[in-house]
């Protein structure tokens, strides 16, 4: 649901949806542009080109529409490890580096936008809220994919490499949302090389074979 300049216009693209998608995809919209505590149910059914009542008759409350929106959020992430297990097969190293790939791939938005996760964690300081756990339970398994990647592409104390790589995909993200570092996404593909070149593992060149 994340924007793409090769998608037609909000507009013409929201009209073609099914109502649900259309909530959600307001929800996105909204939620990533003011928050998810100043925006209210009214303001998503009305992006949505629907009513409250016919909102709620898919979400039963502004809770779960947030916890669903999320919930794709993360299966997005969790695809792109995916996809990079399916490109790379037995190769951890490729895989590592074609998920560093899509984290600096995705910081131009980010910065347009901001990231959702951090975006919504501040207006859930419930630790039980589901969607605050949706967020840490993704975040938790997404560090066990790394570390996994790690220790199969042979990096030495793999859950240290994977904390120290998920610093810096945190913090490039953060770092992109507030503007602070300049050319985010090359620096972040520059650190992780550099971590897998301390670690023995060498990333290949431009004249390398992928």
């Given at each position: ?48 080109e629907t009513t409250k009542m016919a909102l709620y008759r898919h979400f ?151």
């Amino acid at each position: 649901m994340t924007s793409n300049p090769s998608r037609p216009g909000r507009d013409t693209r929201v009209a073609r949806l099914p109502p649900r998608e259309r909530i959600l995809d307001a929800a996105e919209d909204l939620f990533l542009g003011e928050g998810i505590t100043a925006v209210g149910v009214q303001a998503i059914a009305d992006r949505a080109e629907t009513t409250k009542m016919a909102l709620y008759r898919h979400f039963a409350t502004k809770d779960a529409l947030i916890e669903e929106w999320l919930r794709i959020v993360a299966a997005g992430y969790s695809a792109a490890f995916d996809r990079a297990e399916a490109a790379h097969p037995g190769d951890a190293r490729a895989q590592l580096l074609e998920v560093v790939r899509f984290f600096a791939e995705g910081l131009p938005e980010v910065s347009r936008r901001g990231c959702p996760f951090v975006n919504s964690i501040a207006g859930l300081p419930d630790r039980e809220h589901p969607a605050r756990r949706l967020i840490e339970d993704h975040k938790a398994a997404q560090r066990r994919r790394i570390t996994d990647m790690c220790a199969r592409a042979g990096v030495p104390h793999p859950d240290d490499a994977s904390a120290e790589i998920t610093f810096l995909l945190e913090g490039a993200q953060i770092s992109a949302q507030n503007g602070s570092v300049e050319h985010a996404d090359d620096r972040l593909i520059a650190a992780v090389a550099s971590l897998l070149d301390r670690a023995g593992i060498r990333v290949p060149g431009p004249a390398d074979p992928a």
